[in-house]
């Protein structure tokens, strides 16, 4: 089956920084979402993103379905950015929504 | 709009006993899934439903069942609960399987003593 790796397992930040997470499967994707755990434990789409580049807010991402990774951007970082974001396939070959290990981001003020 | 509503938010049971996490969404999506998180992982499928009636397994689906006879509900049973599925279930749905997004529930956290 498909492979989703994501980096960094960890980051911190001081309030105001800007981080790049990054997503990367082992095979061609039909769907890839990103998602933010926040401390309840609530999933949160953010985006939907097979291909090409979005932005909603101080987020935006970029999946490149041809060299087979996605990035997240977060810009200007807020304490409310904490939590662990997700990135999550589904690949050709089969139709299941497939999670990678997740970043966990913490916001400093 | 509720979207994806799963119940209970919480639960803890004895070893042994069995439960139904009930799953409902009002999106008329045909594919509903249900997951396992555990610390430091991420999540884990563990059944599936491309529509009513039809149901498959995932990667974890030892020790559940599942059954869809609406669109709606896709209710999780846990036949004999063991320790080791104490977990955090999020149930989830899109309207196929592939080229569309996926919409999560807010969670059921189970504990088996």
């Known amino acids: 089956g498909i492979q989703v790796e994501q980096s960094p397992p960890d980051l911190i930040l001081q309030e105001g920084a800007n981080s790049t997470l990054r997503c990367n499967f082992s095979d061609s994707v039909n769907n890839l979402q990103w998602f933010h755990q926040n401390p309840w434990g609530q999933l949160i789409n953010l985006f939907y993103?097979?291909?090409g580049t979005k932005q909603n807010g101080r987020l935006s991402a970029t999946t490149v379905a041809t060299e087979r990774y996605s990035l997240l951007y977060i810009s200007s970082s807020q304490t409310t950015d904490s939590g662990v974001y997700f990135c999550a396939v589904v690949y050709n070959q089969g139709g299941k929504l497939i999670f990678g290990q997740g970043t966990e981001l913490s916001v400093k003020p | 709009n509720a979207g994806v509503t799963q119940t209970p938010k919480f639960q803890v049971l004895k070893t042994g006993q069995s439960m139904t996490l009930q799953c409902a969404q009002d999106?008329?999506?045909?594919?509903m899934s249900w997951y396992r998180q555990d610390p430091g992982m991420g999540l884990r499928l563990i059944h599936y439903?491309?529509?009513?009636?039809?149901?498959d397994q995932g990667e974890v689906p030892n020790g559940y069942n599942v059954s869809r006879s609406t669109t709606e509900d896709f209710p999780l049973r846990l036949l004999s609960a063991a320790p080791s599925q104490t977990s955090v279930y999020f149930c989830?749905?899109?309207?196929?399987?592939?080229?569309?997004?996926?919409?999560f529930g807010q969670g059921t956290r189970l504990t088996v003593v």
């Open positions: 989830a749905s899109s309207t196929g399987a592939r080229r569309t997004e996926a919409f």
């Open positions: 993103i097979p291909s």
């Open positions: 999106m008329n999506h045909e594919y």
């Open positions: 439903s491309v529509g009513a009636g039809i149901t």
